[in-house]
């Protein structure tokens, strides 16, 4: 049977632990120059309605190292951009593919492509979750903090797609997730219900330092995502106060770890000080996408 990972919540706390010693094994073979062709011969398609930096690399290297092959397909250019329906795509694709990671304007988009192929599907990012972005997170966590249980997770800004990830792992993990968003942007109740089912310690807020006080790992994300274009100026207005700057890492325990997913707007929600600071782990996490994409990939598609 082919699993698919659309949401966070699709890997056990168990396999989530999984995938992260496998990342850090795969990390280390990779530093040693080690060859590390497990999927031979296998090809991964990679369509994209959104940019990407980070993910469209990642995901394209990851297959490299693996002596496999990534295909980048842009939604503009192959044929769903003139009205081939994505059912008829993800079965056409399931014939050739190994594999389908799809970054989607809408999170029903990937979901027909799981439901019509017959091959592992993974969301590369959607509106409603970016589930690879928070596996690279939690292996830099562990990586600094060497467990989740007991810590807490400070979120500031957007309660987006990356929140909401970030949320559910956090419940699965056993880490206490508070958020601070202005009134109005925070996830969405279905989340938080998720989110309690599985067991989640969380607690919102319109205040950044209640959100931060004594926090392990504070986390923020762009003000406007894609898709949000129409209302930057609101949102701009809106986020002012929610800025990760120095005053606000004053509130967390010192050896708080500071991550971005990216990319940042340097000047808005994070300081360039904080953003390039001591307590800055963002680079690391965003090379750690790489490592924990390819140890799911190697279990998906293996
Ligand atoms: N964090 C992330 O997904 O980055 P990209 O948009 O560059 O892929
Ligand atoms: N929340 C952001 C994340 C980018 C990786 C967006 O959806 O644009």
Known sequence: MKKDVLSITDLSREEIYE??????????????????????????????EKSSTRTRVSFEVAMTDFGGHALYLNSRDIQVG???????????????????????????????????????????????E?????????????????KFEGLKFAWVGDGNNVCNSALLGSAIMGMEFAVACPKGYEPKAEFLEKAKAL??????????KAATKDADIIYTDVWVSMGDEAEQEKRLKDFSAFQVNTELLGVAKPDVIVMHCL??????????????????????EAENRLHAQKALILKLMR
């Open 130 to 146: 970016h589930p690879c972005q928070i596996l690279g997170d939690f292996m830099t966590i562990l990586e600094y903090k060497d």
């Open 19 to 48: 995938l992260l010693e496998s990342a850090m094994d795969l990390k280390e073979k990779r530093k040693a120059g080690e060859t590390t062709e497990y999927l031979k011969n296998k090809s991964l398609g990679m369509i994209f």
């Open 263 to 284: 990319p940042a707007r340097r000047g808005l929600e994070i300081t360039d000080e904080v953003m390039d600071g001591p307590n800055s782990v963002i680079f690391e």
């Open 199 to 208: 067991g989640g310690k969380f607690t919102i807020t319109d205040d950044p």
């Open 82 to 128: 003139r009205g081939e329906t994505i059912e008829d795509t993800a079965r056409t694709l399931s014939g050739y593919l190994h594999g389908i990671m799809a970054r989607v304007m809408s999170h029903e988009t990937v979901k027909k492509l799981a439901e019509y192929s017959t091959i592992p599907v993974i969301n590369a990012l959607s509106d409603r």
